[in-house]
């Protein structure tokens, strides 16, 4: 099928500018100056809206097993949501878990995705063993399975840890076969002390969760990482889910230095706080328990991160997206804020909600498209197939109108929660039309993907590094 998106401006990671995008198939044919495409063919007119790269979200959680339950979303639920908010590409985190074979986890995780998806999605694996077997099977993923980027976390001992030890060699690893390493970078052992302690002196309310995981402890594991990672000859490092300054700080001042050093940050800690959200009134605030946490708004954190994505050392905006339900999930910690099942969904309003930061002055509408679209994509291998509108590439495109007003709430998103953290945030701007490969799967809020239309994506290096 040939389809014409005409009248729109087209705005990508070097600027805006009116242009009209012809889709033949599954990838985009060509584009053209205003009204110089073909004429009898199929055209939607985007006159007033931009028309940018379906969004890439590369840190998502569908069914994650986590905390005694279960990630809410699957990937049915999951990817229709972010399909609805303008996201055509999801890398989600599969998991080897402690004595597993990374193989067999990989496998499980294709089995939940497979035939399941709306939108086209890849995997990270979260290694959550560093031995022998597992270093050998880096090479593997890389060399056949098209996963190029593997999670390690220096929080959650006894869960997904990994000493200084299995960090280095994995560095190693990834330093030689091209792979990226993403570190959850907060010191693990010193929260579990901090933790134990408040919970003895009876501070159980879900503001504790954020109290216990103090801004010097992510600020610490980054450098840490930072500074393994240099061990490993400059082994390309991702700090996920960045949220404080301080760590910033250490991720810009390596990025000075020339290093192989990225981050992002996510919509939640642009936005929300410890005080205000997280420490809301009884137990409402374990809405908002999400680890890194959410950080004071009497300090600089959100300012800072918007200042980092403008100056790229936060080159990418993901979600984290790990939705649990308050019923029977987050209440898990009435009473213990350490058995609130950690995590956030958001994948439906990430493209909106850093649409705002253009509409705040915040953000170019370049770096919007950037940080949401290009960055990703190549940051994780997926480019110029994702990420961009240019002959070839793959044809998921957003027409997406400044002059709408989204608001966000349970009653309408899409995501298996039954809560909003963002419950009655009105937002500039709103998803108009979203096409995946060539088909227009959501359009002025009429829904018309399906699951199984989404297809694996192995993805190459990253093509940052040096
Ligand atoms: N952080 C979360 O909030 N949820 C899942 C895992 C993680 O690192
Ligand atoms: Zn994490
Ligand atoms: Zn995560």
Redo the contacts with the bound molecule.
Sequence with gaps: MTLLISGGTLVGPTGASPADVLIDGETIAALFAPGRGPTDVETIDAAGKYVIPGGVDVHT?ME?P?GGTQASDTFDTGTKAAAIGGTTTIVDMAIQRTGEVVQDGLAAWHAKADGNCHVDYGFHMILGGVDDEALKAMDQLVADEGISSFKL?M?YPGVFYSDDGQILRAMQKARDNGAMIMM?AENGPAIDVLVKQALERGETDPVYHGITRPEALEAEATSRAIWLASVAADCPLYIV?LSASKALEQVTAARDTGRNVFAETCPQYLYLTLEDQLGAPGFEGAKWV??TPLRSGHENHRADLWKGLRANDLSVVST?H?PFCMKDQKELGRGDFSKIP???GGVEHRVNLIYQGVADGKLSLARWVETIATTPARMFGLYPRKGILAPGSDADVVIYDPAARTRIGVATHHMNMDYSAWEGWEIAGGVDTVISRGGVISRGGEYSGRPGRGRYLKRGLSEYLV
Aim: with cysteine; proline share 0%.
């Design positions: 959680h994650m986590f976390f929080a959850h889910h999400c680890s984290d790990c950690n995590g956030i």
